[in-house]
């Protein structure tokens, strides 16, 4: 596994975390609560994420919404309102990863803590967001 996806994991399980129980963000950014061995970057990767997701929740909550068609956030597993937040702060922040690895991890940790449905409902959102937030603002 490497060191991005583990990072990305980090991060879901951080975010998870602060979603449902409501933890200190600054607490559940310390991984006392996990207990495998984690590396300086996987650790440094998903305080990344996790503070890029904390800081920016309201706005990446409103595209979530936009392109849910219908959902109601409330109605997205908790889950896979933290996949979609991560992967687009990854869309939005990080123009060096291409969306399509960005999705396929997204779509990939989905498959590992959800259902392939929830899989599909992922990809179809966040190919949607990049195709009509990212690629047209990078067109013009």
Known sequence: ?????????LALMCL??????GTDPDRA????WYDKKITREEKDYAVFLVKGVV???KAIDTLIKKYSENWE???ISVVNRCILRLSILSLQKEPFL??????NEAVELTKE???DESAQFI?????????KEILTKESH
């Open 1 to 9: 596994m490497s060191s991005r996806h583990r990072g990305r994991s």
């Open 16 to 21: 998870y975390q602060i979603d449902l129980v």
């Open 29 to 32: 950014m310390k991984f006392d």
């Open 55 to 57: 800081e920016n929740r």
């Open 73 to 75: 956030l409330s109605r």
């Open 98 to 103: 291409a969306a399509p690895v960005v999705i």
């Open 113 to 115: 803590f959800e259902t």
């Open 123 to 131: 990809n179809g959102l966040l190919d949607a967001f990049y195709k």
